[in-house]
């Protein structure tokens, strides 16, 4: 596994400890599931604006095919 570095200035390290510490995790815990959840998120976006483009350009795209 890698890891990264983030620079959280002290009131967001606050937040992110006092979470942890309501949860009973450790705050390395917390801001991975928070990378997970916004990936996904992010990913769903992408995908859907993705299969509208085409959606929209079916037809373009088949001729580009053939």
């Known amino acids: ?25 450790t705050p390395e815990e917390v801001a991975l599931d928070a990378v997970r959840a ?6 769903a976006h992408v995908r859907g604006v993705a299969e509208g483009l085409a959606r ?7 001729r580009l095919g053939e």
């Open 56 to 62: 929209d350009h079916a037809d373009l795209l088949r």
């Open 38 to 43: 916004h990936l996904r998120q992010e990913e």
């Open 1 to 25: 596994m890698s890891e990264l570095r983030l620079p959280l200035d002290p009131g967001l390290r606050r937040a992110l400890d006092d979470l942890a510490d309501a949860q009973g995790r």
